[in-house]
Every structure is written in structure tokens, then in C-alpha cells.
């Protein structure tokens, strides 16, 4: 096994553990706002740059500092961005080395649901490796679900997740220095009777999608509330649902981790977003990769063409950009008869359709990377 199989595997193991047992109890106490958290005053809750749509609370920042600090010990080498805390350049653009392994962190993905009691939030944890999302965590403390994946290996949900790893990982877990050979926790977490593979209907049972007008839709329309943007955000809502093309419904759950991950599950058939940030995404679009679904940047491009599912991608495809602040995602669909990959030109026909009625907001990237910067480090 490849060092980088060896690290995909080490990093899955040990955030499953980290995000169910270390840090879900802060985020759960401060959702019910118990404990430390009972006063609004103990919650701490901002607005992030007098934007009451987008804020902040002490506990994204608690279960932020918690989570890099158990990343940075084990895996002192590797680099650290999430959206609470993190090394910004002058610009507000990350300076990224795509050489050295990348931890992508949202303590809390949809904070407003997070403190108006919505459980459809979740603590979002990737992994990228060579630039490109590889490992993606993403867990929903509130309802106890998780989902877990490693490109090449396949996507999971486990249910009353906080109690199924307690039960399978020594209570030690995070101080032991010696650790068994291979990965029996991980795979005993898949090996789990509440850990289905996904998506959970299989993608031949999920059928063919003849076009824009069969197809569920999930999108969010942002913290950003200016006037030009929102106006070009409800024209586009407008097109796509009395357009030439419009789709069979739109739905808005209020966390791009969540939306994706219900792509990935069959649950939804697409979702599109203009001007989300890396750790918005990244981890679930992994999910959705393993589940035999597609992620597409705002130009159209495909996803990592090293998933487990043995369709490949158009033969012009690029490869899916993190750092771009647009994102599609198709759910899995199953070829025709007697056309071998006509399921992932269909995901490809769908997101260009679905982008092509989208008006444009020009986001500056998350990231550019080092070498374009003039930086000797």
C-alpha cells in the first residue's frame, strides 16, 4: 500500500474518533445551550463583519481550536485551514503549498441553523492530498450521523455514530503510543449493522435522469445580502423555476455540507451554489465522489478521476478545483443499456445545463498557491 493509501486510511480512523468522541459534546451543549452554554452571553454569538447573516459563536471557535489541535499533534506536518482561524494573506486568499497535505476544517457548517435549534449542521473535516480533496468527515452531532469516505475506497453513513465508535475504539484511543497494524477500527466502523454504503439506494434503483425537469435540487443562497448579489441570486432561483429548463424543485436546508451529502445518499438528485468556501465543501464532495456522484467547479469540470467507481470521466475533463468558490454536484446515475459511461456524460450535460442558468458572482479564490505569490518561505 502507497504511503498516501497508508495516510488516507490513518486520517479517516482517527477523525471518526476525534469528531464522535472528543468533539461532539461541545457542540451538542452548546446547540441545546446547556451546561457552559446556557446564557446567550456564554454562546458568545457575533455577527461576522456587522453581517447578521453570517456569524460566529464560542463555540466554533472552541471546537476549532479543539480540532486543529488534536490534527496538528498527530500530524505535525501537515497544514492547517478552517474557517474560524487560519493564516490569510493581506487579500483574504490562502497562500497553499500543494505538496504538503492539507487539513480543511468547518467547526460548525451552517451556523444560523446551528443557533436557531435546526439540527441540519454538522462539524465538516477534510483532507487533501496533491490539492485535491481526499479524505472527507463530515458529521452531524444533533442527529448522531455520519458520514466518512477516502477517494478509492468508497463513501459511508453510520448511524448513532457517538455510541458505535465508543464501542469499537479503546477509550485511549487519542493518547495510546502503540497502535495495532492495519486499520481494524475503520474497518470495523464499516463493518458496523448502522453503516450502510452509499448512496442508499443503489444508483440503478435511482434510475436514469432524462433532463433539468426531473431532477431535486438543493442550493443556498449565501450570507452575502447586497443588492447586486441577491438580486442575481433570486434571477437565477426565477429561472430555474419557470425557465426553459427548470427543475422539478428547489430546496434550501441552510449547510452546503448537508446539501451534499443527501446528493450523495440519493436523496437529492443535484446541488449548486455560487460563492461558498472550501471548507463548505471539501469534505462531502468526497463523500459524493465515493457514492458514484460528480462535483464540478464553476466552469464545469469534473471531479478527481481517481474514485472508486469504474465509469471514467470525459476524456477532456479537468480536474475538480477546491479553491474555486462555485460548485455543482450530481448524484450517482447508472449507464443506459449498452452505453458504457453515458451515466457520467449525463452528470456532465446536467451541471452544464443546470450552470448555464446560473448568473455569474465573481468570488475571489480560496486559494492560489505559493509559487504565484513571490514569497520565499
Known sequence: MSSNEDLKHEALEFVLFLVTQVARSTFVDAFWRRNEFESNESLGLVDKLGNAADCVTVADMRLEKLLFGALGRRFPEHLLVGE????????????????????????????????????????????????????????????????????????????????????????????????????IYLDAAKASSQCQKLPLISADKLGHIPGLGACAVLTEHGSDRSPQVVGKRTATISRLLSGPMSVQNLRILGAATIDIVNVACGSADM???????????????????????????????????????????????????????????????????????????????????????????????????????????
Open 84 to 183: 474560524e482561524t487560519h493564516s490569510l494573506l493581506d487579500e483574504g486568499t490562502y497562500e497553499y503549498d500543494q505538496s504538503r497535505p492539507t487539513w480543511i476544517v468547518d467547526p460548525i457548517d451552517g451556523t444560523n441553523n446551528f443557533v436557531h435549534h435546526f439540527p441540519q449542521t454538522s462539524i465538516s473535516v477534510a483532507l487533501a492530498i496533491d490539492n485535491s480533496p481526499a479524505v472527507g468527515v463530515v458529521y452531524m452531532p444533533v442527529m448522531d450521523t455520519l458520514y466518512f469516505g477516502s477517494i478509492g475506497h468508497g463513501s459511508y453513513r453510520l448511524e448513532n455514530a457517538s455510541a458505535q465508535i465508543s464501542s469499537i475504539y479503546p477509550a485511549d484511543y487519542l493518547q495510546a503510543q502503540d497502535r495495532p497494524s492495519g486499520f
Open 271 to 377: 446541488y449548486f451554489e455560487i460563492g461558498p468556501h472550501v471548507w463548505d465543501f471539501a469534505a462531502a464532495v468526497v463523500v459524493l465522489i465515493e457514492a458514484g456522484g460528480a462535483a464540478f467547479d464553476g466552469a464545469g469540470t469534473y471531479s478527481p478521476a481517481s474514485c472508486a467507481q469504474p465509469s471514467p470521466p470525459p476524456a477532456a475533463a479537468a480536474a475538480f478545483d477546491m479553491w474555486n468558490r462555485s460548485i455543482c454536484a450530481v448524484r450517482a446515475i447508472p449507464d443506459m443499456p449498452g452505453l458504457p459511461g453515458s451515466g457520467r456524460k449525463k452528470q456532465a450535460e446536467l451541471a452544464a445545463n443546470l450552470l448555464s442558468m446560473v448568473d455569474h458572482i465573481q468570488y475571489t479564490p480560496d486559494g492560489i498557491p505559493k509559487k504565484d505569490l513571490g514569497i520565499d518561505k
